[in-house]
């Protein structure tokens, strides 16, 4: 089975390799393609993470199955998606998640040591699975932080309030998009929608193209619960 | 200023590289020694991390200032260990703590730009870079798992548990240490020995070696609040 270059464009592990370069990539790869159908296990949780997945196509539903059997929505990842880059590094190289096919799915799959060497051989590459696994331990890191929140409204604020407090400035540049924020909070995409709008309509808060200007920072704190 | 060879011997980037090619790296790696006296402050959160900093000498207090001010201690940073190598190559590189010293410290400092040449010209060094951040992703998954527990008995009965489903044994290979352990539950050393003291005196659990066997599974699994 072929792949296209165009892609792996897609891909952010790809991001910024002029095409010729990715095709003349592919003709040495070692990889493989999986397809699976709509509702397929992909991968259970558990399970050692020896190749890299990259969605190609589809959507996949990754989750995390309780002590008491109770399965848990982690993230969607779609086409373009890097599957666990950190876990094919780690000591422990088990899935912390299990992948479940959302629709038709196809995936490209790279052994462990041909990541290596397409780290030694495409600097660009290295960078971008180096910025992959750094933005996954922000974005982690910074869900731990917004855990101790209990309403959505008040992990919004509490985000909009650290931010601004990092980026001194009351206009806080967006580094997520809103599917990327909803993933962070924990909860879907239209519920977020709706917590911006409330407080669009409040004059809270302003929307100004990728960045929100906090218009009232006193009642954005009032949120937040002591 | 110049360092020593034994001491980069320490540090986790630089592990199963033989000494002559460490001394060899060293000879032509473009590097900064930053000395610091106790109680300095070393980074600000929200400063921008432009530059691998390695723990060669001393305690670091890794901390967080929450929204009310109030400052929060994360972790500990001791010799050998490597400080924040996510944020470095992250989209958003701002330092998530401020490093405070707990002792005097001596740091090495390498720019962004030599440690992806780093990469280039040695394998093991690459291969060490994305397991320090691998398992930092593996970490903050597991803590995230965890913070839904309220007491520290809960939390070391739901990883005990889960450890023990992922590993398809009840006895559970310990991959973190004592201290590591506690840094995941997000408690002090000794209260966490305190509670596996209780558990072992009460036949619940056993220690043997670097292993924890489940003794008594029905009784681990009471601990959990429903």
């Known amino acids: 089975m072929t792949i296209e270059t165009t892609q792996l464009h897609k891909c952010s592990l790809f991001k ?11 003709e040495v790869l ?17 399970d050692r993470y020896r190749e890299l997945l990259l969605v190609l196509e589809g959507d996949i539903s990754a989750e995390i199955q309780d002590l008491s059997g109770k399965t848990i929505k982690i993230e ?7 599957i666990a ?15 479940n096919a959302h629709s038709t799915v196809k995936l490209l799959a790279v052994p462990k040591k041909a990541v290596i060497s397409l780290c030694h051989r495409h600097q660009k ?31 919004l604020a509490g985000y909009l ?10 206009r806080v540049s967006l580094i997520y998009n809103l599917k990327q924020l909803a993933d962070l909070f924990g909860v879907a995409r239209p519920s977020l929608s709706r917590v911006f709008s409330q407080l669009y309509a409040q004059g809270i808060l302003l929307r100004d193209r990728k960045f929100i200007k906090i218009l009232d920072k006193d009642k954005l704190r009032l949120l937040l619960k002591p």
Chains 1, 2 share one sequence.
């Open 161 to 170: 309030l650290h931010q601004s407090i990092k980026q001194k400035n009351d």
């Open 30 to 46: 070692d990889y493989r393609i999986y397809r699976y159908p709509k509702n397929a296990l992909i991968r259970l949780q558990g």
């Open 76 to 82: 969607t990842l779609s086409a373009g998606a890097v």
């Open 85 to 99: 880059s950190g876990v094919l590094f780690a000591a422990d190289n088990t899935l912390p998640v299990s992948l």
């Open 125 to 155: 590459f290295l960078e971008n699975l180096l910025s992959d696994t750094g933005d996954k331990i922000i974005f982690l890191a910074e869900k731990i932080r917004l855990l101790k929140f209990a309403s959505l409204e008040e992990k």
């Open 16 to 26: 910024n390799m002029p095409a010729d370069e990715i095709t003349a990539l592919l």
